[in-house]
Nanobody
Framework: QVQLVESGGGLVQAGGSLRLSCAASRSIFSINAMGWYRQAPGKQRELVAFITSAGWTNYADSVKGRFTISRDSAKNTVDLQMNSLKPEDTAVYYC??????WGQGTQVTVSS
């Protein structure tokens, strides 16, 4: 079992940047897939990006080239660097571990 706590959300203008961080309660060294999901009002939760323990990454088409996911096994954190933000990126962003464990979410709001 692992607890996940997200931070770094907030309000930003379109074109701006934010960096989300997810802190795990234990070592993530053995956790294969760490990911970020998001859920906008009235929409289903969707995958934004994930990274495996080997460093392989995958991104939703809508964020490719703008978002970068990274993991630090020494600090037990997974970060999401978000650049060139758009109003349609507005959502609650959730950290996920191995598709089983979820954080409480952090709100990202992008104003036009």
């Amino acid at each position: 079992q692992v607890q996940l706590v997200e931070s770094g959300g907030g309000l930003v203008q379109a074109g701006g940047s934010l960096r989300l961080s997810c802190a795990a309660s234990r070592s993530i060294f053995s956790i294969n897939a760490m990911g970020w999901y998001r859920q906008a009002p009235g929409k289903q939760r969707e995958l934004v990006a994930f990274i495996t323990s080997a460093g392989w990454t995958n991104y939703a088409d809508s964020v490719k080239g703008r978002f970068t996911i990274s993991r630090d096994s020494a600090k037990n954190t997974v970060d999401l660097q978000m650049n060139s933000l758009k109003p349609e990126d507005t959502a609650v962003y959730y950290c996920n571990a191995n598709h089983d464990y979820w954080g409480q979410g952090t709100q990202v709001t992008v104003s036009s």
